[in-house]
């Protein structure tokens, strides 16, 4: 059975003091003699008294704790998101508490709940593949916890943000592409109430049009864009009377899942059909051929959305105006979408 952990209330009845004596002894007040201060410190170094420092905090109104919400930690993206929200939150003296939605929009409310029973003095949030309404953000703002989304938003609705030019990301990815001479490029989009893919969707569209291209519907796959969903995408593709010369996906791990299946079927990645993925995983760089990819510089937006929120919470009398920070894109040439004889991999600027 564990130990019980001595509270400040043990300290008190065994030197026959007042709580509030040992608070201030220990916090080393004035008022309190030396003679006392040492009784306390002597006593709670032998109990093993440590005190709890939230309390403390939430009785001066502050937890000097912000919380993220993040649809999962899988992968690189979100995890090197989380690099850059802690170190930024460190710096400025607060501590992150982190919880996972499981792309789930049940857990994505319970996550909510638990930071605001909390106390969290702000929230950083990307939402699920599966949400689509902003009622329980909406109560987070009534109880004025400031609020800062990143990379995933909700179509339609004001709010602060920290996220990509999507679709400069897509149009690169594509254009790309068809500047390597593919023409018939197909696109693994994923749910569209969701900001990035509709948008990394627009950037395809806007470079087939600059091509003189048509915008064809039986090349657009919409999924929740894991491997398995690229590797069902691609099966689809193959079977269409003409499939595609090359696949520009809004994911690393659908273009991943592609890859797999393609090779699976014996066809060659890029003289047969090329590939883009979208977000630079690690493991876009050791498949083999290596997936060209686009960069949404993740640790960059971990940091810049919590200066945001802490500039927000600095000014919490303001009135309300939605503030949004867009970060650029940059994409990683490699050998997965290279038909002409340039070098394996490289870096294209706008």
């Known amino acids: 059975m564990a130990k019980k952990r001595a509270s400040i209330t043990d300290l008190a009845k ?20 030396e003679a006392t201060v040492k009784r306390v410190t002597d006593l709670a170094q032998e109990l093993g008294y440590h005190p709890n420092s939230l309390a403390s ?3 001066r109104g502050r937890s000097n704790m912000l919380g993220v919400v993040v649809p999962h930690i899988d992968g690189n993206f979100f995890s090197q998101v989380v690099k850059g929200i802690e170190a930024a939150a ?11 939605s499981n792309e789930d929009l049940v857990h994505e409310r319970e996550n909510l709940e638990i930071l605001m029973n909390a106390q969290v003095e702000g929230i950083l949030v990307s939402v699920s593949r599966t949400t689509t309404e902003f009622k329980h953000f909406e109560k987070v703002r009534k109880r004025d916890i400031p609020l800062v989304f990143f990379d995933r938003i909700l179509e339609g609705y004001q709010v602060n943000a920290v996220v990509l030019d999507d ?17 018939r490029i197909a696109h693994f989009s994923g749910p569209q109430q969701l900001s990035i893919y509709k948008q990394r969707r627009q950037g395809y569209e806007d470079a087939l049009r600059e091509y003189g291209l048509p915008v064809q519907e039986d090349l657009i796959l919409v999924s929740d864009m894991t491997m398995q969903d690229g590797r069902a995408g691609m099966h689809q593709l193959l079977a269409l009377p003409q499939p595609p010369d090359a696949v520009f996906s809004g994911s690393d791990f659908s273009a991943a899942g592609a890859l ?8 060659r990645v890029p003289e047969d059909i090329g590939l883009v993925g979208f977000s630079n995983e690690v493991f876009s760089r050791l498949t083999v051929p290596k997936i060209t990819s686009i960069d949404q510089h993740c640790e960059l937006m971990g940091r810049s959305a919590t200066h945001l929120l ?3 919470m600095q000014e919490q009398n303001q009135p309300f105006t939605p503030r949004h920070l867009v970060l650029q894109p940059d994409l990683y040439i490699r050998a997965s979408s290279l038909r002409t004889g340039q070098a394996e991999s490289g870096r294209e600027h706008p």
């Open 14 to 33: 065994q030197l026959n003091v007042s709580v509030s004596t040992v608070s201030r002894a220990l916090s080393g007040h004035p008022a309190i003699s």
């Open 57 to 59: 905090g939430l009785r």
């Open 90 to 100: 460190s710096q400025a003296g607060y501590h992150v508490l982190i919880c996972q």
């Open 167 to 183: 679709r400069t990301g897509g149009y690169r990815a594509t254009r790309h592409l068809l500047a390597q001479g593919y023409r």
């Open 260 to 267: 797999e299946l393609l090779q699976e079927r014996g066809l």
């Open 310 to 312: 802490l500039q927000i």
